[in-house]
């Protein structure tokens, strides 16, 4: 009996590990066009960075299976003020670089990426952007537009 009950936990936790190794593989997959994407759109808007910029997944927060990413840019001569038009003038960057390389997202009719959140601190621009590759990523986006109206 307790050799059934160990081969069932095994069993368990065998499934667990290939379901975070699958999921790892996605982010990975994620993240890598997430930042091919990103990369474009700076060099489309004339943004000066030395590298394609790092990310790291912000999952960690909201949860698993998530594909969003945050970006650290360090910039000159940005400012508030102009955070909307740049988001926006990102949205359309991601929009293009999507149709060119024919990437459809989990909503087949909406975009595929978003900047789901702007903002500058100090010298450097905060960028996160949704890979909205799945239902997960979707709800983000969702509670994240919730929480901007809120505030």
């Known amino acids: 009996m307790l050799g059934v009950?160990?081969?069932g936990a095994f069993s368990l936790l065998y499934q667990r590990y290939r379901r975070?190794?699958?999921l790892l593989v996605v982010?990975?997959?994620?993240?890598?066009?997430?930042?091919?994407?990103?990369?474009?759109?700076?060099q489309e808007l004339g943004m000066d960075f030395s590298?394609?910029?790092n990310s790291h997944v912000i999952s960690d927060v909201w949860g698993k299976g998530?594909?969003?990413?945050?970006?650290q840019i360090k910039v000159k001569d940005l400012n508030?003020?102009?955070l909307k038009s740049l988001e926006m003038a990102i949205n359309d960057k991601l929009s293009y670089f999507a149709q060119q390389k024919e990437l459809v997202g989990y909503l087949e009719?909406?975009?595929?990426?978003?900047?789901?959140?702007?903002?500058l601190q100090e010298d450097i621009l905060h960028i996160d952007i949704s890979?909205?590759?799945?239902?997960?990523?979707?709800?983000?986006?969702k509670d994240m537009r919730t929480l901007e109206k809120n505030n």
């Open 27 to 42: 982010q990975a997959a994620s993240k890598k066009i997430t930042d091919e994407a990103l990369a474009y759109c700076l």
């Open 80 to 82: 508030r003020n102009s």
């Open 131 to 141: 890979h909205l590759v799945n239902q997960a990523t979707v709800s983000y986006l």
């Open 20 to 22: 975070k190794k699958a």
């Open 66 to 71: 998530v594909m969003a990413f945050e970006y």
């Open 5 to 7: 009950i160990v081969i």
């Open 51 to 53: 590298d394609v910029p």
């Open 109 to 119: 009719k909406g975009p595929i990426f978003v900047v789901s959140d702007i903002w």
